[in-house]
């Protein structure tokens, strides 16, 4: 068997196939079954769906990028895994112009702030809206003194200039560092190394920026009223332990069926290091967000908070924080464990199930309020997100060699032993 | 009955030693220990250190941290002396305990890590004001020593050093010690 390119095929092709089927039949029947307000079940399936499968793919590329900027040798074989799955980038950052997109055109009303009778203060006689008050004129009762003080940022056009702005940026560095890597196999040298090195720091300070803010505008802009200042952190960490977790499965199936010789123990050991690590480093976040919210007891801060705690959403809510934090902290924390697959893969599948689950929460409550279900439409759509997801990973995957041949640091890499 | 010997072999440079090691375990003669200024990276599994359990010590002396933590701020804040502190009066741990998790934290990190340094030394005799037991004081400058005992290996003294002469040592000193 030729183990240096990997074939996309089989019974892994068939799953895939398999799993958008069951994704397409459960967004049809969604979308036609959904008999909510403006369809907002259906939409903020989508946005759940798009955002956290985009965000693992973002996960890769900062990963990626971190590589490049810190010199880091020992992840000189896995690359081309990480070029895979930031390969899904456009369709991820396709799912979720969709769904803004919709919102825009009034399709949905997953955010609130988009409403534009919120900013004026006045209500005409002609029933238009003025930030003047008239002859005739009365106080118009959609009027938001909070949102509408929140114009300077949250407006529609500087909110797509953003957006465009974050989506193209990405995939512009998505594009460069691909075609500089396959180059890098034709030509050799370490030209390409410095220069992708070079553009890797330049990408993570172009990250720092837009990966917070555009949780700000994605996520945090749902629940209007409500900010908290280490959001961006606290949803990056969140992208950057999901990406670990989706490699690290990936990576141990790979492996199991021949492929990534090249890979050892160490490899994998230093994977499951980089779960339990960023797993701790999201509880961190996570716990810190609450901790303060919850001690200050402000209304403003911790209504949010109310509505996952104290409503539908409390089980998912509390379970979903000692899935992602405990499991990964009790099971992984011994070395043992962490080689070892069986310990790795079910700790893995587990806590994937519970970002998505934060991910849901993050926008279901604030959108759905109560009335949500997770039924076979929601289940069925993530099932069909991740046959997408994992399809084009892999197809990607099969259409370079697994190897970036003329890495300098492929010596090193290859020798690492811990 | 036959006297018991200590052979330390002395090297110039960690890559000789780590050679001289495997040539020697090769030979199925045991090493004692090895002296050196700074940690030989994979030298362990050559000359048959089994793993340490100094992780395993270390979560233990976390996870009383964190027991201890908890009982003392349940006695302090809530049974000894109850407080109400930012609007919180509700005197039970179970409904405080995001307020408790810092200092838990920060207690069990400390206790793990003080406990993990003190055991190390301990294990090690190398606290400060202990007397040094390395075979020569030059181990703490730019030399490495491997340590063969007589007693440990099934070669008697002679053959010992004809297999060690055969590495790339510097020097070599054979000394008789009571058991």
Not at chain 1, 189 to 192: C, I, N, R, S
Not at chain 1, 218 to 224: A, L
Not at chain 1, 352 to 360: E, K, L, N, R, S
Not at chain 2, 122 to 127: A, F, K
């Given at each position: 068997?030729?183990?240096?390119?990997y074939r996309?095929e089989?019974?892994?092709?068939t799953l895939t196939?398999?799993?958008?089927?069951?994704?397409?039949?459960?967004?049809?029947?969604?979308?036609?079954?959904?008999?909510?307000?403006g369809?907002?079940?259906?939409?903020a399936?989508?946005?759940?769906?798009?955002?956290?499968?985009?965000?693992?793919a973002?996960?890769?590329?900062?990963f990626?990028?971190?590589?490049?900027?810190?010199e880091?040798?020992?992840?000189?074989?896995?690359?081309r895994?990480f070029e895979?799955?930031?390969?899904?980038?456009p369709?991820g950052a396709?799912?979720?112009?969709?769904?803004?997109?919709?919102g825009?055109?009034h399709l949905?009303?997953?955010?609130?702030?988009?409403?534009?009778?919120?900013?004026?203060?006045?209500?005409l006689?002609?029933?238009?809206?003025?930030?003047?008050?008239?002859?005739?004129?009365?106080?118009n009762?959609n009027?938001d003194?909070?949102?509408?003080?929140?114009?300077?940022?949250l407006?529609?056009t500087f909110?797509?200039?953003?957006?465009?702005?974050?989506?193209?940026?990405?995939?512009i560095f998505?594009?460069?560092?691909?075609?500089?890597?396959?180059?890098e196999?034709?030509v050799g040298?370490?030209?390409?190394h410095?220069k992708?090195y070079?553009r890797?720091?330049?990408?993570?300070?172009?990250?720092?920026?837009?990966?917070?803010?555009?949780?700000?505008d994605?996520?945090?802009?749902?629940?209007?009223h409500?900010?908290s200042?280490?959001?961006g952190?606290y949803?990056?960490?969140?992208?950057?332990?999901?990406?670990?977790?989706?490699?690290t499965?990936?990576l141990?199936w790979?492996?199991s069926?021949?492929?990534?010789k090249?890979?050892?123990?160490?490899?994998?050991?230093d994977m499951?290091?980089?779960?339990f690590?960023?797993?701790?480093l999201?509880s961190?976040?996570?716990?810190?967000?609450?901790?303060?919210i919850?001690y200050?007891?402000?209304?403003?801060e911790v209504t949010?908070?109310?509505?996952?705690?104290?409503?539908?959403?409390?089980?998912?809510f509390?379970?979903?924080?000692?899935?992602?934090?405990?499991?990964?902290?009790?099971?992984?924390?011994?070395?043992?464990?962490k080689?070892?697959?069986?310990?790795?893969?079910?700790?893995a599948?587990?806590i994937?199930?519970?970002?998505?689950?934060?991910?849901?929460l993050l926008?279901?409550p604030?959108?759905?309020?109560?009335?949500a279900?997770?039924g076979f439409?929601?289940?069925?759509s993530f099932l069909?997100?991740?046959?997408?997801f994992?399809?084009?990973?892999?197809?990607?995957l099969a259409s370079?060699?697994?190897?970036a041949?003329?890495?300098?640091?492929?010596?090193?890499s290859k020798?690492?032993?811990? | 009955?036959?006297?018991?010997?200590?052979l330390h072999?002395m090297y110039?440079d960690?890559g000789k030693?780590?050679?001289a090691a495997?040539?020697?375990?090769a030979?199925g003669?045991?090493?004692?220990?090895?002296y050196?200024p700074?940690?030989?990276?994979?030298i362990d599994?050559?000359i048959g250190?089994?793993?340490?359990?100094?992780?395993?010590?270390?979560?233990?002396?976390?996870?009383?941290?964190?027991c201890?933590?908890?009982?003392?701020?349940?006695y302090f804040?809530?049974?000894?002396w109850?407080?109400?502190i930012?609007?919180?009066p509700?005197?039970?741990?179970?409904?405080?305990?995001?307020?408790?998790v810092p200092v838990?934290?920060?207690?069990?990190?400390?206790?793990?890590?003080h406990?993990?340094?003190?055991t190390?030394l301990?294990?090690?005799?190398?606290?400060p004001?202990?007397?040094a037991?390395?075979?020569d004081?030059?181990?703490?400058?730019d030399?490495?020593?491997l340590?063969i005992l007589?007693?440990e290996?099934?070669?008697?003294?002679?053959?010992?050093?004809?297999a060690?002469?055969?590495?790339?040592?510097?020097e070599?000193?054979?000394?008789?010690y009571?058991a």
């Open positions: 068997m030729d183990t240096m390119n996309f089989g019974r892994a092709k196939y398999v799993l958008m089927g069951i994704g397409l039949v459960a967004l049809v029947s969604g979308f036609l079954t959904d008999d909510s307000h369809q907002q079940r259906f939409w399936n989508m946005l759940v769906n798009g955002f956290f499968f985009f965000s693992v973002l996960g890769a590329l900062f990626y990028a971190l590589q490049y900027a810190t880091s040798g020992w992840s000189a074989v896995l690359k895994l895979a799955i930031y390969g899904f980038l369709f396709g799912l979720i112009l969709i769904v803004l997109l919709a825009q055109f949905h009303h997953l955010y609130h702030w988009m409403d534009h009778t919120l900013y004026y203060e006045f209500l006689p002609d029933g238009s809206y003025s930030h003047e008050a008239a002859e005739g004129a009365v106080a009762p009027f003194y909070i949102i509408a003080n929140k114009s300077a940022y407006n529609t909110f797509w200039v953003r957006t465009l702005v974050y989506i193209s940026t990405f995939l998505a594009r460069m560092f691909r075609k500089w890597s396959l180059a196999d034709e040298g370490t030209d390409l410095y992708m070079r890797g720091a330049l990408f993570l300070v172009f990250f720092a920026v837009f990966s917070s803010m555009l949780s700000w994605w996520i945090m802009s749902i629940d209007t409500w900010f200042t280490l959001f952190w949803i990056f960490s969140g992208m950057w332990v999901s990406m670990l977790i989706f490699a499965v990936t141990t790979l492996r069926i021949g492929y990534f090249e890979v050892n123990e160490s490899h994998m050991h499951a290091k980089w779960v690590a960023i797993s701790m999201w961190y976040l996570w716990f810190s967000q609450f901790m303060l919850w200050s007891n402000i209304p403003e949010y908070f109310v509505a996952r705690m104290f409503t539908q959403y409390k089980v998912p509390i379970a979903m924080f000692f899935v992602n934090f405990a499991i990964p902290f009790y099971v992984l924390l011994a070395r043992d464990a080689r070892n697959p069986k310990f790795l893969i079910p700790v599948f587990l994937f199930c519970g970002h998505y689950t934060d991910v849901y926008v279901v604030g959108t759905l309020h109560d009335h279900h997770f439409f929601e289940w069925g069909g997100f991740l046959g997408l994992i399809h084009v990973t892999l197809r990607r370079a060699p697994l190897i041949v003329n890495h300098p640091m492929l010596e090193e020798a690492l032993h811990y | 009955m036959e006297s018991k010997k200590v072999v110039d960690d030693l780590m050679a495997k040539q020697l375990v030979k003669i045991q090493i004692k220990d090895v050196s700074f940690p030989v990276h994979g599994p050559v250190v089994t793993r340490t359990r100094l992780a395993i010590a270390s979560f233990m002396y976390a996870t009383t941290g964190t201890l933590a908890l009982f003392g701020m349940w804040m809530i049974q000894d109850p407080m109400n930012g609007g919180k509700s005197f039970s741990l179970i409904e405080n305990l995001p307020a408790f838990t934290f920060e207690f069990s990190v400390l206790c793990g890590a406990g993990m340094a003190l190390y301990l294990r090690n005799g190398t606290l004001g202990m007397p037991s390395n075979p004081p030059r181990t703490t400058d030399k490495f020593v340590e007589t007693d290996n099934e070669m008697d003294a002679g053959a010992l050093e004809s060690v002469n055969e590495t790339e040592l510097l070599l000193s054979i000394k008789e009571a």
